[in-house]
């Protein structure tokens, strides 16, 4: 059975967990180690859960003339895909160290695996979960495999129809996975906002019965911001050390300091998301008996007169009977004397 809640190393994600928070790394590290240590500890410092990298062959991916996206020529300039990607692998030695100083750091190593052997490989590291890439959802093999590991997934949905998002999850349920995360996206890069669609984390929700989240390629932190208001368990979204770097992810990456920001502002978010029931706060309490009104004379009342409404007002006393006791107090006697502004209490009425 599918299941609502999933556990990540120590973090629950979904079904009422704090936002599950990964750093996108990808391959802004741009093939060299010392970059790829430098942006896990600036995620670490962000206060990201986890950090994810990308691990790949280029052979393994990519024929040696495919054309680059768009953005990737915008960005890198011409060239092949091939070639691209052949300079931002890093080797198997330098992930073991580039986890293992994750470890160091206390801060959760995670990658998305765009081959069969890079998957083999995440599974020696131990990951505690494995990201599908939006470019792999149609990639039956490749998901089978990742389901047979047993391992909790989170599967990017963008460039897809919800037709082909149940395509996968019915491939990832056959083979073996029951802990499942749902990640929307918009594979644009940088996404427009008006082209985010964030209700259609809600749509598959209701239609998969699975925790849902958000893998974002817009610019700043308003959308990510909007996604863990609406339900989003995960937020991924990409970082890098400097914007101006060269390399295809760069500028549609947060800089150190923003995705320090994003963190802080997301963590505000969800407490004051609160429990839902609507009560006054223990603050409120007190400012409660300054500010409601209660009843007093209006005018001077002598012991025996009979109370009639245009004798009392309401004002702010600091205690005393509400408004809601007014129709008890209209034509009853006062017992004593009673002064222009003094609270009414019942005691003071027969």
């Known amino acids: 059975m599918i299941q609502m809640r999933v556990k990540i190393a120590s973090n629950w994600v979904g079904n009422g967990a704090p936002c599950f928070i990964v750093a996108e790394a990808g391959v802004n590290h741009n093939g060299k180690l010392n970059l790829a240590k430098k942006l896990v500890d600036a995620a670490k410092k962000a206060g990201a859960d986890a950090v994810k990298f990308q691990v790949f062959r280029a052979e393994n991916v990519v024929t040696k003339k495919a054309e680059k996206a768009e953005y990737q020529k915008k960005s890198t300039g011409t060239g092949s895909q091939y070639e691209m990607l052949r300079r931002l692998e890093l ?133 990510p911001m909007a996604a863990v208001v609406l339900g989003a368990s995960v937020i991924e979204k990409h970082f890098t050390l400097d914007q101006k770097m060269p390399g295809p992810d760069h ?33 409120e309490e007190a400012i409660k008996k300054a500010v409601r009104r209660h009843i007093v004379a209006k005018v001077d009342i002598p012991k025996g007169k009979v109370i009639r409404l245009e004798m009392l007002g309401l004002k702010r006393a600091g205690a005393g009977l509400g408004s809601e006791y007014i129709e008890k107090i209209i034509g009853k006697r006062a017992k004593r004397n009673i002064m222009k502004d003094d609270l009414i209490f019942l005691e003071k009425i027969v």
């Not at 792999?136 to 990742?146: A, D, K, R, V």
């Not at 890069?189 to 985010?196: N, T």
């Not at 963190?263 to 706060?281: Q, Y």
């Open 251 to 283: 500028r549609a990456s947060l800089e150190p300091s923003e995705l320090r920001r994003m963190v802080t502002c997301i963590r505000e978010a969800e407490k004051a998301l609160g429990n839902g029931i609507k009560r006054p706060t223990r603050g």
């Open 91 to 223: 080797t198997q030695g330098e992930f073991r160290e580039l986890a293992a100083h994750a470890r160091r750091k206390n801060i959760i190593f995670l990658a998305s695996a765009f081959d069969a052997e890079s998957v083999d490989f995440l599974n020696e590291l131990k990951v505690p979960a494995f990201k599908i890439p939006s470019g792999e959802i149609t990639n039956f093999p490749l998901l089978g495999h990742i389901a047979r590991k047993r391992k909790p997934i989170m599967l990017s949905t963008g460039m897809s129809t919800l037709k082909e998002v149940a395509g996968a999850v019915s491939v990832l349920v056959h083979n073996g996975a029951r802990e499942i995360i749902l990640l929307h996206c918009v594979s644009d890069y940088p996404a427009r906002v008006e082209d985010i669609n964030l209700r259609a984390m809600d749509t598959l929700k209701r239609k998969f019965k699975l925790p849902v989240g958000l893998s974002d390629h817009t610019l700043g932190i308003t959308v």
